[in-house]
Each structure stands twice: as C-alpha cells, then as structure tokens.
T-cell receptor, first 114, second 112 residues
Framework: AQKITQTQPGMFVQEKEAVTLDCTYD???????LFWYKQPSSGEMIFLIY??????QNATEGRYSLNFQKARKSANLVISASQLGDSAMYFC???????????FGKGTLLTVNP | DGGITQSPKYLFRKEGQNVTLSCEQN?????MYWYRQDPGQGLRLIYY???????QKGDIAEGYSVSREKKESFPLTVTSAQKNPTAFYLC???????????FGDGTRLSIL
C-alpha cells in the first residue's frame, strides 16, 4: 500500500527563520510525484512545490524548497524566511504514475510567531 | 480566469436525505477527483474520473455516488447510506499525468 507519513503534528517557528517539515513515503512504483500543499484556515488547498521521482535536482519555488532523498524515501519541505502568513496546515502528498491517485499525509500545523 | 468552482460553500443534510455537491472546472482537464477531509486529518479519495462517462472508486466510496456526463462537471451525491457525512469535501482536477491537482474551495457538509 502507498503511504505518506508526516511525523510532526505541529511545528513552531519564529518569523524570518527557516523551518523544515518532514515527509516520508512508501511506494513500489518507479514513477511517482511528490507534492506539498498549504491549507490555510479558510480551507482551500494551495499547491506549493512538486518533485518527480526521476528529477535529480531538488525542486525550488521561491522561499520553498524540497529536500528529496530518494534512497531514504523522504521529501522534506524547507520554508526559508518564514512569514506570519505561512501559518497553516501543510500536507505532503504522493501521486502514483500507475493510476494518478493522490495519497495525502495527515499534515503538519505550522505556526509562525512574531 | 480558469479554475474549479464548488457549490454550495455550506450544506446541511437531514436524516435520510440525499444531497448533491457541485464541481465545475474550466481548465480543460480530463481527470477530476473528490476528496473528504475530517477535522485534523488529511484528504481521503472518494471517487475519481479520468475521462467522461468513466469513474472509479477511491478509498472511501461507500455511501457516495458520482457521474461524469460532461468533461467540465463531476457532481458528488452523498446518499442516506453515508452514516457519517459531516466533513469538508474538496474537488480537484488535473490532466492524467504526474502533475499537481488543482483544488476548488470546498463544501462543508453538516447534518441537521
């Protein structure tokens, strides 16, 4: 079975500091994609960053970067220079190349303190 | 602007009643998905459709039904067989390739 594990139910970070949100995954597929989504308290799911299983370089999008370690099956999200607006739930998800089904972790609630 | 529209934003269901949640997209995506989110939890897949007139059960399809008569529309019916329907429902769409899914703003369903 495909599985996503986020071991940090909650994280706190000071404004302007960097924070790493952990994600490990389990799949037997060779082709898959890893995604991070942000969900503010209003509920919408905002796509942040994507890493393909065959990508050799770690993905970056502005202040977001994905630390992809394929052998360890981990895909941690790094947010640099945290802002108050970064306070939200963050979900790691994996999409299988064999059926395009997206599996989500349980999420990490990030709180940015001023 | 292209996007996904879910309606209504809030919905209340009486005991024994079926209710239908609407999802429309104008992104020209082939694939559409329905997810359920319970408080403090991740999203779980209810149904998905990769092409018109075809759909597959996800991980928690019992008590739900869908149709896909048009590419743009993928309505979800929560039937009376779903004994615990109170949740946040999210619709998404994408092309059937490994790429991000785009989400609507969700519908919050509660029991009266």
């Amino acid at each position: 079975a495909q599985k996503i594990t986020q071991t940090q139910p909650g994280m706190f970070v000071q404004e302007k500091e960097a924070v790493t949100l952990d994600c490990t995954y389990d799949t037997s597929d060779q082709s898959y994609g890893l995604f991070w989504y942000k969900q503010p308290s209003s509920g919408e799911m905002i796509f942040l960053i994507y890493q393909g299983s065959y990508d050799e370089q770690n993905a970056t999008e502005g202040r977001y970067s994905l630390n992809f370690q394929k052998a360890r099956k981990s895909a941690n999200l790094v947010i640099s220079a945290s802002q108050l607006g970064d306070s939200a739930m963050y979900f790691c998800a994996m999409l299988r190349g064999s059926n395009y089904k997206l599996t989500f972790g349980k999420g990490t609630l990030l709180t940015v303190n001023p | 602007d292209g996007g996904i529209t879910q309606s209504p934003k809030y919905l209340f269901r009486k005991e024994g009643q079926n209710v239908t949640l609407s999802c429309e997209q104008n992104l020209n995506h082939d694939a559409m998905y329905w997810y359920r989110q319970d408080p403090g939890q991740g999203l779980r897949l209810i149904y998905y459709s990769q092409i018109v007139n075809d759909f597959q059960k996800g991980d928690i399809a019992e008590g739900y039904s869908v149709s896909r008569e048009k590419k743009e529309s993928f309505p979800l019916t929560v039937t009376s067989a779903q004994k615990n329907p109170t949740a946040f429902y999210l619709c998404a769409s994408s092309m059937p390739v490994v790429q991000p899914q785009h989400f609507g703003d969700g519908t919050r369903l509660s029991i009266l």
